[in-house]
């Protein structure tokens, strides 16, 4: 197994604060209903808005079916590029996930890990403002390679580290660090003493730009490929649950509902709109807990039942069974 860093620094823009957008892929956050005891809840591929402060927690404002605020450790919410970034001679797809950040004013130092195949490949470490940064993964890396890509190299890496400078002599550079085997490339060209060098990473993302010859050896043709690994998301068992008595299923939230972290508690999100949950409540209860909200999972072990989520009973519409309360 082989690993790879790459280090560059930007300069840094001038603004005190960063602010996200895009989904929360699995994230813990806390929330803490005004009058009431603090609660944590796992959003799950959930729309909202992470701001992000040079100390403290990051301060997440829902947009999916519950309008609410909450915090989270910066360090747990999973960061990816929202489009193409170019940094010198490499080029990241959209969606490349960041491993750590830290937020700086106007900006996040991020490790961004280039995957081929199982190898942890390629890390990458710079300065990039905010507006390239979104919340979770933007894209999915192909599922097979795109066109035009280099599959055949006749390069190995003669150095343990690397400076790849976007053009022949070129300012600036990012830096290669190769622990264990060497590194494959493809070679595409040369020009007073430097060698144009590509690899394309089956992630998705590009690696091209020049090097000086003799930190490169020339070796027999082969190829360059990588094993596409996707990735796979469990579900965990649903919790059964109710009698005779109770109603268990499909309900309609109403909009502008008010959600209490008990009975009787206090208020910590609104309804955005009319939408459908499912609930669990016995026949003449004033309140209603709901289950299985849109991108919400609880902490406790039945994680479709909401355990800090009730409503008001006439919050709620239960198709064909209004009549029988």
Do not use: K
Request: charged share 20%.
């Amino acid at each position: 197994m082989r690993w790879f860093a790459l280090l560059l620094l930007v300069p840094l823009p001038a603004h005190a604060q960063c602010q996200l957008t895009g989904s929360l892929a699995q994230t813990q956050v806390r929330v803490q209903p005004r009058g009431g005891p603090a609660f944590s809840v796992d959003l799950v591929d959930h729309p909202a808005v992470a701001r992000f402060s040079t100390t403290g927690r990051a301060r997440v404002v829902s947009r999916g079916a519950l309008r609410f605020t909450a915090s989270a450790e910066p360090r747990r919410v999973a960061i990816a590029l929202a489009g193409p970034t170019r940094i010198g001679p490499i080029l990241l797809r959209p969606g490349t996930p960041v491993l750590e950040h830290e937020t700086r004013p106007g900006a996040m130092f991020v490790t961004l890990r280039l995957v081929d195949g199982e190898v942890p490949g390629v890390t990458l470490s710079a300065t990039l403002p905010c507006r390239s940064l979104g919340l979770g993964a933007t894209a999915e890396p192909p599922s097979e390679p795109p066109a035009g890509v280099v599959e055949r190299g006749t390069l190995l890496s003669a150095r343990r580290r690397l400076s790849v400078h976007a053009f022949a002599a070129s300012p600036g550079s990012i830096r290669l660090d190769i622990h264990g085997e060497p590194l494959r490339f493809a070679e595409l060209g040369r020009r007073d003493g430097w060698v144009h060098i590509r690899r394309d990473f089956f992630s998705g993302s590009t690696l091209d730009g020049w090097v000086r010859e003799d930190h490169v050896r020339v070796v027999d043709d082969a190829e360059i490929r990588g094993v596409l690994m996707g990735t796979g998301a469990g579900t965990a068992g649903m919790c059964g649950h109710g009698s005779s008595h109770h109603y268990t299923g499909p309900a309609t939230l109403r909009r502008r509902a008010l959600v209490s972290e008990r009975r009787e508690g206090a208020a910590w999100a609104t309804a955005r709109a009319d939408t459908p949950v499912f609930v669990d409540f016995a026949w003449g209860d004033d309140w209603v807990q709901l289950e299985r909200l849109p991108g919400m999972r609880s902490r406790e072990a039945c994680t479709n039942i909401l355990t800090h989520a009730w409503v008001r009973r006439s919050d709620v519409i239960v198709p064909g069974h209004e009549a029988r309360e």
